[in-house]
């Protein structure tokens, strides 16, 4: 990208001054509105804060020596203020100022300095240089949510440590409850469909079960079509997703009398065990997922599970025998591509 697109891009970006002196504020604002900001300006920290609760700047241009709050302090209490998003500030100090609070002043969280008096172009160029950074940070923050809305949680925490060079095992056993849960009959339901009916309905669909799963601390790993396989971690694992299929059936059930929902029964699967998770795929393609009989398992029983009925192993049942849970074991089945039949229980409505 040229200089002059850059320049474009920084147009119209919002900056607030924040000076105690009516006559730099006027002098600040001079300079910066032919440059195409937009400026708000603030008397003091306190009406800085305030603004910036009330409408997030670009950047902020913050002078240091102010009366009841500096602009250390205000730089100190924006950045602790986890409500308030990033912002480059740029503090405003007096020629003579000690090196130390200077240092000081960027350790509270200031992006940089500009002594008084400065030059318009020096000036100039430090705020382009802070709003590219906060173009970019933006950027970094839009790209997370969408890919947190198209991957599984743990891929984007994955991308992230690796991104950030931070200690990360990539390949790990782990203890979890899986659960699968998948649409009765939806290839038979949406063989003769128009496919925007289908994405339709089945966005409906799983807009709810993900909705419930998130409820109850489940991480969505996979979305195959109608199916979904959520993990669950931790002590209370096995309750929570228990709790969680007995919530999607209700939430579904509930919904049956909604056009786009009438085909939405859905059969549940769950197993507790360890699991294998790590990358799979090429130098062009990769997955972070999990694998192992602990999957494979609640795979099958999802798969012979019927409309609205929830099916878990014994390994589940054990965490969960005190929680007072209506269940009755079924007798040992044997499952597609599992050696040998297991002991299978069903949650009673």
Not at 136 to 161: F, P
Not at 272 to 298: C, E, H, M, P, R
Request: with cysteine; aromatic share 8%.
């Amino acid at each position: 990208m040229n200089n002059t697109a850059y320049k474009n891009d920084l147009e119209f970006k919002k900056i607030l001054v924040v000076d105690d002196d009516p006559m730099n504020l006027e002098l600040l604002e001079d300079l910066l509105k032919p440059q195409k900001y937009i400026i708000e300006t603030a008397s003091s920290g306190k009406e800085a804060l305030a603004k910036i609760q009330k409408e997030t700047p670009d950047l902020i241009l913050l002078d240091v020596m102010m009366p009841e709050m500096n602009g250390f302090q205000a730089c100190s209490k924006i950045r602790e203020d986890q409500s308030i998003p990033y912002i480059p500030i740029i503090l405003i100090t007096a020629y003579q100022i000690d090196p130390s609070d200077i240092i000081y002043g960027l350790d509270k969280g200031a992006d940089d300095y500009i002594r008084k008096p400065f030059s318009i172009s020096e000036l100039l160029s430090r705020i382009r240089a802070c709003l590219r950074v906060k173009m970019l940070y933006d950027e970094l923050v839009w790209t997370k949510t969408e890919l947190s809305r198209y991957v599984s949680l743990s891929t984007v925490n994955m991308v992230e440590k690796v991104a950030s060079k931070k200690s990360f095992q990539a390949n790990r056993t782990a203890h979890v409850t899986v659960l699968f849960s998948d649409i009765r009959g939806f290839a038979n339901i949406s063989e003769n469909m128009n496919p925007e009916i289908i994405f339709e309905m089945l966005n409906l669909n799983l807009s709810k079960q993900i909705k419930v799963i998130e409820q109850y601390n489940g991480v969505i790993d996979k979305l195959n079509g109608d199916e979904i396989m959520a993990v669950f971690e931790g002590p209370d694992m096995a309750l929570n997703a228990l709790q969680c299929a007995q919530s999607i059936v209700e939430e579904l059930s509930a919904s049956k009398s909604n056009e786009m929902l009438d085909w939405s029964g859905v059969g549940i699967g769950i197993n507790t065990g360890q699991i294998y998770l790590g990358i799979l795929g090429s130098d062009t393609f990769k997955d972070y997922t999990i694998i192992g009989n602990t999957v494979n398992i609640a795979a099958r029983l999802c798969g012979v599970a019927e409309k609205y009925q929830i099916l878990f192993t014994e390994a589940t049942m054990k965490l969960i025998e005190k929680a007072g849970f209506n269940h009755r074991s079924i007798k040992r089945i044997s499952l597609r591509g599992i050696s040998s039949p297991i002991e299978v229980f069903e949650l009673e409505k």
